[in-house]
DNA sequence: GATGAATGAGATTTCATTCAT
DNA sequence: CATGAATGAAATCTCATTCAT
């Protein structure tokens, strides 16, 4: 999935009737707008800084964004949309829970991998937004949360068991989304490896706990690394 | 712990010749200023909110502060100061590793239950802090990385085990702080309850993942709550 | 030579580009800048002043200056060059050493009569530029001051004198121009009669001296004038 | 002459009851000042630089001067006081006028070279006081001036001459006072020499003009300086 | 005398946004 | 579509000055 198909994936109303070029040029704007809001956080980023990385005058970036709020609501719309269309695809198909489990949480992660920039200002600026706009998202949002609630209690419960979720199942959703959300803090794909592979640690810890990891310990990496984490910058 | 007794944990050079007086002050400032960071960001709130929430001019504020981001870095060091020694504190006990682990996350819960508003502006606004002051917050960070790092990998290999964190322990780790630290997003005592149950569960889910959760279900829960997670602000 | 004149004498690199419409405003500013600064000193004009006395938004003035200091150098940069320039047009006519600092001293002078305010900008106010805006501006008035030393070494030891200024005809040159750089402090047209009369006569002065006017006083001031000097403002 | 004597040498009211432990450290204080004037100029110079020069609370200034301007005033009173006091007695003693003018100019030099920070806070900060103060000091700067100018007169037409100056007598003393005061601009006893030298050299331009130095070049400077006038900061 | 704390006024600069062209 | 020019509002920070202690 590309960026160009996360723009593509939903359109805002105002959008909808857009000719192909313009949808083109929004998508670089969009862009270059997330790489600078994960970088310096939605407040700090100007619009002089935006016009300044698109080479672009700031009266040019009014013909695509009413108002700067707007600017961050459509990015967020685009990609939270594009995460959910993905993710409810991969739920969408058969397997045991905890099967899809393993694959919800490496697609999210693969989303992360593919759009970092674009899926950390969806993380971390919702509040940004305000009224109207952030119903409309957190909407998506918790769609999202209730989809992977859903898994996670077929995981304990069973594919049969109760639908109700309990009080319990929600917390350790929340603990997951945590885990994933967290990862914009620490990953770096040279010092940690590739996303496939954090995906995996994490549903092994997900599902069996470290005491599992003890019990298999030894074995388990026969080549220990000399990498370190969570250092250097 | 009272936010008093962070305040007088570790200081910052400038004011360890402040007399008391001053002392209670600036501690009065930067409980207010933690609440508006916490609320709207760092780069959102203005000097001026400050003021006014405190009843005070701007130009008062600037005897306690440099400016802007020294009263950050103030707060950061203060509150990051606190969580370390108390957690250093929780460690140097007795008991085996699954016993420290435990009181660690509910240590760390319980100073976030006592200092919402400090710890949040600390866990999301590090990045807010420019080079030096950046360095110094990021050490403390770091030996407190390094002692849960410790902790966990004890977990995994034995109290005997090997001293040397392989890179998943290094992961785990992360992810426990990925859950810790996302409940800023989520938490609400009257929803969720006191933390010191939330850390019972995290606990559970870190040592033996939701598989054990599932053999003994049924009888956990035995009067399912109506409630429901991530909703209605 | 009008204020224009001296706008286009030389271009900061920045206003190369500049549609001639907008460096006719730009003109403007600087006049004005420059009324402000000479009456009341670089550090105490404010940009709220200039604001009010072009009848422009303060935020306005930010169009045409980075900012308070680099609307100093423009100023200095455009006058000192359009100075320069003119004064090396009059030293490159023929003439005796003795005629030629007579037309430097007047055209000096007379660029000081139309341009009084900018001048004076430029005289008092080299020091509230920093670092790299200060040598280029210093760079150009050396090349002033070579210009003169070289007139007055010739005068002294005749056209085809040693090239090389001796330490005393250093002195001499920066006497001159403390005679023409104080004329700031008590020049009154209405009270002093033209610049070019007091041309001629500091011009004597330097060539010939005092003793000279007495050999040939009495018949010089016919009818000796009333008017007071270095007083009332 | 000492920097106390200039303190001494004329008192203002206020201050003509203090006790001599006061006026030891008034002394202090304003010789620090003149040093942060000369430095930066009036308007910039702030209270708090000057505290911090003087590792001293900024309240406690306000015991010395009632506000900043007054602190100029006093600074300004003294030294014109004593800069004036010193030329009176030059003046008072016989000789030929060309001898008396030789005395003022090295005596000017002299004072300039022994309370440099005091003399160019004088002679460049006047516009910086206002109404009741600037005439004071406004009034011992023009006796200076009329002093000059009769000596001047007086070489001109000869001690029994006129004793009304013409109008060119007065422009050519202003002359005199712009060599004089625009030494700040240049000065650096270590390049330039001693200040009684430049004296004998302005003397000798004031009184004979370049064309006397002209007839009498070659043997003048034996051995030609390598240094450099004007440069190198 | 001396000082820490405090403040009103104001300085420079920035920002999102608009509008004529 | 695109832009240069412009601006009201507001942000950070500074400054001279005062006052209780």
Same mark, same amino acid.
């Given at each position: 999935? @590309?960026?160009?198909?996360?723009?593509?994936?939903?359109?805002?109303?105002?959008?909808?009737?857009?000719?192909?070029?313009?949808?083109?040029?929004?998508?670089?704007?969009?862009?270059?707008?997330?790489?600078?809001?994960?970088?310096?956080?939605?407040?700090?980023?100007?619009?002089?800084?935006?016009?300044?990385?698109?080479?672009?005058?700031?009266?040019?970036?009014?013909?695509?964004?009413?108002?700067?709020?707007?600017?961050?609501?459509?990015?967020?719309?685009?990609?939270?949309?594009?995460?959910?269309?993905?993710?409810? @695809?991969?739920?969408?198909?058969?397997?045991?829970?905890?099967?899809?489990?393993?694959?919800?949480?490496?697609?999210?992660?693969?989303?992360?991998?593919?759009? @970092?920039?674009?899926?950390?200002?969806?993380?971390?600026?919702?509040?940004?937004?305000?009224?109207?706009?952030?119903?409309?998202?957190?909407?998506?949002?918790?769609?999202?949360?209730?989809?992977?609630?859903?898994?996670?209690?077929?995981?304990?419960?069973?594919?049969?068991?109760?639908?109700?979720?309990?009080?319990?199942?929600?917390?350790? @959703?929340?603990?997951?989304?945590?885990?994933?959300?967290?990862?914009?803090?620490?990953?770096?794909?040279?010092?940690?490896?590739?996303?496939?592979?954090?995906?995996?640690?994490?549903?092994?810890?997900?599902?069996?706990?470290?005491?599992?990891?003890?019990?298999?310990?030894?074995?388990?990496?026969?080549?220990?690394?000399?990498?370190?984490?969570?250092?250097?910058?």
């Amino acid at each position: 999935m @590309t960026v160009a198909s996360i723009a593509s994936a939903t359109l805002t109303p105002r959008e909808r009737h857009a000719r192909p070029s313009t949808r083109k040029k929004l998508d670089r704007l969009l862009m270059k707008a997330a790489a600078l809001i994960a970088d310096k956080g939605f407040a700090a980023m100007t619009m002089r800084d935006l016009g300044a990385a698109l080479d672009m005058s700031l009266a040019g970036l009014y013909h695509y964004f009413a108002n700067k709020e707007d600017l961050l609501f459509q990015l967020q719309y685009r990609t939270f949309s594009a995460l959910l269309g993905q993710q409810e @695809t991969i739920a969408a198909q058969p397997g045991t829970p905890e099967e899809q489990l393993g694959r919800l949480l490496t697609g999210h992660l693969q989303f992360f991998a593919r759009h @970092t920039h674009e899926l950390k200002a969806c993380t971390f600026e919702l509040e940004s937004l305000g009224g109207a706009h952030y119903r409309v998202i957190e909407e998506i949002r918790r769609r999202y949360y209730r989809m992977l609630t859903s898994v996670i209690t077929q995981v304990i419960r069973g594919p049969t068991g109760a639908a109700r979720a309990t009080r319990q199942d929600r917390h350790a @959703t929340l603990f997951v989304f945590g885990m994933l959300n967290w990862i914009f803090m620490w990953y770096d794909r040279t010092r940690h490896g590739p996303v496939e592979q954090i995906g995996v640690e994490m549903c092994d810890l997900i599902l069996h706990g470290l005491e599992h990891r003890r019990r298999h310990a030894g074995g388990r990496e026969a080549h220990p690394r000399l990498d370190d984490a969570y250092q250097r910058r």
